[in-house]
C-alpha cells in the first residue's frame, strides 16, 4: 500500500497523560499536514512541513501540542497533558508541491479518546 | 461566519438520482477547490481537484466553480447505495504563505436509498 498511513488507528488515554502519533507520508511528497476533526465538522489544519521545515502552525496548535519530521520523513504529533476537549479524530494528509498543484491525500486518521 | 458554508444535510436521494452539493465561500483569495469523500470513520478521499472558475468532469462526478457567486458545486450522477458518505468541499488561497492550509466546511452527508 502506498497511501498515507497513520499509527495508532485508536487511542484511549486519561486526562492527563501524554500521547504521540505517527504519520508516514506517500513516499516522494514533500509536504506533510496535520488536521484535526471532530464529529459533524470538516477537518481543521493545525501545522505543516515542507520536507523537515515546520512552515506554518494554527492558533489551534496550543503549547501542549508539539510536532516534527525528523529528516523530512514521517512525522509525529505530541500532545501532552491531554484534556477531554483533546478528543477527537487526527488526520496527516500529504502532497507533493509541484507548480501551482496542491492535492492533499489523507491517511485514515487517529482517533483520540481522553477519558 | 465561517469562511466556507456547507449544508450538513442529510440528504436523502433514491438510487439513480443525481446528487446536488454546494458550498458558498467568503474570502475572494480561494483559488483551489476540491471534493472529498469521507466515509464514516476513515479519512478523506479526494475526488476532484478545480482551479478557478469553470467545470470539470470525472466519470459521474461534475465539479463546478462560479468565483463571482463564490459558490461551488459537485454533481453525481447515476447515484449509487456505495456514493452514502459524508461529502466535504475544501479550498486553499493562492498566495504563497498559504499554500498548506485546505479550509474545510462542515460536510453534507449522504444518503442513497436502493
Known amino acids: 500500500d502506498t497511501g498515507v498511513s497513520q499509527d495508532p488507528r485508536h487511542k484511549i488515554t486519561k486526562r492527563g497523560q501524554n500521547v504521540t502519533f505517527r504519520c508516514d507520508p506517500i513516499?516522494?511528497?514533500?509536504?506533510l499536514y496535520w488536521y484535526r476533526q471532530t464529529l459533524g465538522q470538516g477537518p481543521e489544519f493545525l501545522t505543516y512541513f515542507q520536507n523537515e521545515a515546520q512552515l506554518e502552525k494554527s492558533r489551534l496548535l496550543s503549547d501542549r501540542f508539539s510536532a516534527e519530521r525528523p529528516k523530512g520523513s514521517f512525522s509525529t504529533l505530541e500532545i501532552q497533558r491531554t484534556e477531554q476537549g483533546d478528543s477527537a479524530m487526527y488526520l496527516c494528509?500529504?502532497?507533493?508541491?509541484?507548480?501551482?498543484?496542491?492535492?492533499?491525500?489523507f491517511g485514515p486518521g487517529t482517533r483520540l479518546t481522553v477519558l | 461566519q465561517k469562511e466556507v458554508e456547507q449544508d450538513p444535510g442529510p440528504l436523502s436521494v433514491p438510487e439513480g438520482a443525481i446528487v446536488s452539493l454546494n458550498c458558498t465561500y467568503s474570502n475572494s483569495a480561494f483559488q483551489y477547490f476540491m471534493w472529498y469523500r469521507q466515509y464514516s470513520r476513515k479519512g478523506p478521499e479526494l475526488l476532484m481537484y478545480?482551479?478557478?472558475?469553470g467545470n470539470k468532469e470525472d466519470g459521474r462526478f461534475t465539479a463546478q466553480v462560479d468565483k463571482s457567486s463564490k459558490y461551488i458545486s459537485l454533481f453525481i450522477r447515476d447515484s449509487q447505495p456505495s456514493d452514502s458518505a459524508t461529502y466535504l468541499c475544501?479550498?486553499?488561497?493562492?498566495?504563497?504563505?498559504?499554500?498548506?492550509?485546505?479550509?474545510f466546511g462542515a460536510g453534507t452527508q449522504v444518503v442513497v436509498t436502493p
Open positions: 494528509a500529504s502532497s507533493l508541491r509541484l507548480g501551482t498543484t496542491n492535492e492533499q491525500f
Open positions: 475544501a479550498m486553499i488561497r493562492g498566495e504563497a504563505d498559504s499554500w498548506g492550509k485546505l479550509q
Open positions: 513516499s516522494e511528497h514533500n509536504r
Open positions: 478545480t482551479y478557478s472558475s
